[in-house]
């Protein structure tokens, strides 16, 4: 990125608005711009002239401006913003922006805002724990907003639990990281695959196995976030789809297969994240198949190794990475995996590790590239792993 980074603050109505002072301080002294946005509420805790002077502009304080102003108007400040950074966000607002609510300036900016939005949410323990605000929170997440999640700790209320708003440190460092990021990857067509395949047996039973998707999609969500234009092939998953990113759901690893070679040719970056059967049932029977109480033996055959074959025919500095998940001896699999799949990094997981695999929120690899020098990342968020993911295709993308 050319010049400062320009982070929009949105300040809502709790009482850790006043930490808000502070973060603008932390943020312009790290050398970004900061353009306040302030709720009706949160100047009931912090005012407008605290922020107006801690960041050298004035605040924004409403969608209704006396004269038309070029400057203020909520589509000019979206469009001057390189992150969208909520910080302290309380229950209400999040919740008007899970619902697309457009009701004051913050959230009319929310929606407007096609880059990276961080979410620093505080409140009163009970509130962050209901229901509510946790599904609110993860419509959020599932739009590829990053949230900061609050701390535990003693409470202005008198309440002890999680809640209370992260560190400022930390929210200044994403703040800055989103901002930084958000335009590195535009104009690059990212495909990605995620999520198990399903192969049928008969019209009521099939093969798959116990990949969620969640670190396919983090990755497609993370790329948009950067500005790339992403293609996510997705089999059967829970999650609903990234916000800013074109999904393809596919069911079979045939299809998978079909739908990534369509979208492969102008693609500068290919990850495979999918966990595609490796066998198929030999035919899918058109009717409910009967056993009872006999023994059956299936006959399955092998589907095609779509990475493989991606990798053979990739058009000229195309990146291909590959995923493994792996129970025994990952690295020496790993490794091996990679030259005969013949992409350029292969990141492996243990999925019996703990706090790895399919179904959890976090992930211990190892990255193998093409020297097969193999780079071990502590256990972090999936969400973390593919934005470390992405610099480091990113980094390979400039050595070429
Ligand atoms: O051989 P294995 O299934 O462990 O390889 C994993 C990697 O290969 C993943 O990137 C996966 O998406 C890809 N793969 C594929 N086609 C298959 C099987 C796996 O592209 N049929």
Same mark, same amino acid.
């Given at each position: 990125m050319n010049g400062s980074p320009r982070i929009l603050l949105g300040v809502t109505g +709790?009482? /850790? /608005?006043?930490k808000a002072a502070e973060l603008v301080r932390a943020l312009v002294k790290e050398g970004a711009e900061v353009q306040v946005i302030l709720t009706p509420r949160a100047e009931e805790f912090v005012t407008p002239l605290t922020l107006a002077t801690l960041s050298g502009r004035p605040v924004a304080r409403t969608e209704f401006t006396p004269e038309p102003s070029p400057t203020i108007g909520h589509i000019e400040l979206a469009r001057w913003g390189h992150a969208l950074v909520v910080a302290p966000a309380t229950a209400n607002e999040i919740a008007r922006f899970a619902h697309g609510q457009a009701d004051d300036l913050l959230t009319t900016v929310y929606l407007a805002f096609a880059g990276p939005v961080v979410v620093a949410p505080a409140m009163n323990p009970k509130m962050w724990d209901h229901p509510e605000t946790r599904e609110n929170v993860e419509r959020l997440r599932a739009r590829g907003v990053a949230i900061v999640d609050p701390e535990e700790g003693y409470m202005a209320c008198g309440d002890e639990g999680a809640g209370r708003l992260a560190a400022l440190q930390t929210i200044a460092a994403e703040a800055l990281w989103a901002a930084r990021r %958000?335009? %590195? !990857? !535009? +104009?690059v067509k990212v495909l990605v695959s995620a999520g198990p395949t399903h192969e049928p047996l008969d019209p009521v039973r099939f093969l798959g196995n116990r990949s969620s998707g969640k670190m396919g999609f983090a990755i497609a969500a993370a790329a948009a976030a950067r500005g790339a234009e992403v293609v996510l092939v997705a089999g059967p998953s829970r999650l609903a789809p990234p916000f800013g990113v074109r999904t393809v759901p596919v069911t079979t690893a045939a299809a998978m297969q079909a739908a990534l070679e369509r979208e492969a /040719?102008? /693609?500068?970056v290919i990850v495979m994240a999918a966990a595609v059967a490796d066998h198929r049932p030999a035919d899918a029977a058109p009717r409910k198949l009967e056993h009872k109480g006999e023994s059956w033996a299936l006959e399955l055959v092998p589907t095609p190794d779509i990475l493989a074959g991606l990798a053979a025919r990739r058009p000229a500095g195309q990146l291909i990475v590959g995923f493994a998940a792996e129970t025994h001896d990952a690295l020496a699999r790993g490794r091996a995996k990679r030259e005969r799949k013949g992409c350029d990094l292969l990141v492996v997981n243990d999925v019996t590790a703990e706090g790895a695999g399919f179904e959890a929120d976090t992930n211990v690899v190892t990255l193998i590239g093409r020297d097969g020098a193999a780079d071990a990342w502590p256990r972090m968020s999936k969400r973390q792993v593919a934005e470390r993911l992405l610099d480091r295709i990113e980094a390979e993308r400039r050595s070429r």
């Open positions: +709790g009482i /850790a /608005a006043y %958000s335009t %590195s !990857l !535009l +104009g /040719a102008d /693609a500068k």
